[in-house]
């Protein structure tokens, strides 16, 4: 399939492009709300309100620990000798999901199976500052966004998706490379799954057989997210509340989680919160492959009503505004970081 052919389907547009609407209505915002900062106002317990360059490990440590993997933060600069043996020290269990400390959108995130993997992986980038978690493998991926007012009691869910990573089912006939190109939405990954399955590609699954092709449950990555409105019951309501309301100023953001089975949702058990992103969250669930493009846009605009309503709340109750160069300042240094990593993908192999 031709590169440009998938650009048919609004949900594989570029960021930057799809985005063009809310710019505008983002600086009408700002107009109003007297900042081009407003939102960094959002969440006062993240830094710029988690819109860029905050520390996950930072905010995962404020959650209940029932809710979070087994994590390890590692320093800038670490050598990869000292970062094996704090993994080691820490009784971390391969596989182990590595992940920038400070980064969003799901780039430069690996499932690393053995230490010569993470050797591998950590040498090509020294100074970064890293996020360490044990692999989840419960079979459910959800993002789930939530919105509190400030001096609300209780705040609401207004986005669920459900995250489908991509897999084939072998026939027994065709090899993995065959039945990759058959499949639609692997079509739209092609280049990546040529890169990152090139030493099985003519191997031949038996009849029957699932090969789960993408682990990380980024739609860059290859996950097909839908809308999961119908999963939000008053139960969930509670659940998702109840965790929120031990995050000190946290009022904005998404939860990105993984658990057993429904059920365990709704009574609040195993549920191993991956991510909380902050003022930078979307409700991914605008990117079901069946969402009509101007649904698309209208309930990204609600949530960034949301997010000025919440914004402006708080900076009444003494929250400052940003200022905006230091938040150019970091999406600077945010896209800097990507410029970098995109370069030196031919020097370190790429793991799902």
Not at 289 to 295: A, I, Q, S, V
Not at 328 to 345: C, D, E, F, P, V
Request: glycine share 6%; charged share 25%.
């Amino acid at each position: 399939m031709n590169k440009w052919w998938k650009y048919l389907k609004w949900e594989f547009w570029p960021f930057w492009f799809f985005y063009i609407p809310v710019y505008f209505y983002w600086f009408y915002l700002s107009l109003r709300a007297r900042s081009f900062a407003f939102f960094t106002a959002a969440n006062p317990g993240m830094f710029l309100g988690g819109f860029t360059m905050y520390s996950k490990y930072d905010i995962l440590r404020r959650i209940p620990s029932q809710y979070v993997p087994k994590s390890l933060w590692i320093a800038e600069n670490t050598p990869v000798e000292e970062i094996i043996n704090k993994i080691k020290k820490r009784k971390l269990r391969y596989p182990l999901a590595v992940k920038p400390d400070r980064g969003e959108r799901g780039f430069a995130v690996a499932r690393i199976e053995n230490e010569e993997q993470l050797r591998n992986f950590l040498a090509a980038y020294p100074a970064w500052e890293w996020l360490v978690q044990e692999w989840c493998d419960a079979p459910i991926e959800l993002g789930i966004m939530y919105c509190r007012m400030p001096g609300a009691s209780h705040g609401q869910i207004t986005s669920i998706v459900v995250k489908e990573p991509l897999q084939i089912k072998g026939d027994g006939t065709h090899t993995i490379g065959e039945l990759i190109k058959k499949d639609e939405r692997c079509r739209y990954h092609l280049d990546f799954l040529q890169k990152t399955y090139a030493s099985r590609w003519n191997e031949i699954p038996e009849a029957g057989s699932k090969i789960q092709l993408t682990h990380i449950g980024n739609h860059s990555r290859g996950a097909t997210f839908r809308n999961g409105h119908y999963l939000l019951t008053p139960q969930l309501q509670r659940v998702i509340n109840e965790i929120a309301r031990h995050i000190d100023g946290f009022y904005f953001g998404r939860f990105d989680l993984k658990v057993p089975s429904i059920e365990d949702l709704y009574a609040g058990r195993n549920i191993c919160i991956l991510e909380l992103n902050g003022a930078n969250s979307e409700p991914t669930h605008i990117y079901d492959p069946g969402m009509p493009l101007w649904k698309a846009y209208r309930d990204l605009f609600k949530h960034w009503q949301m997010l000025y309503l919440i914004s402006v709340a708080n900076h009444k109750r003494g929250v400052r505004y940003a200022p905006f160069s230091l938040l150019l300042k970091a999406i600077k240094s945010n896209l800097y970081k990507r410029k970098t990593y995109g370069q030196k993908q031919t020097a370190a192999p790429h793991m799902d």
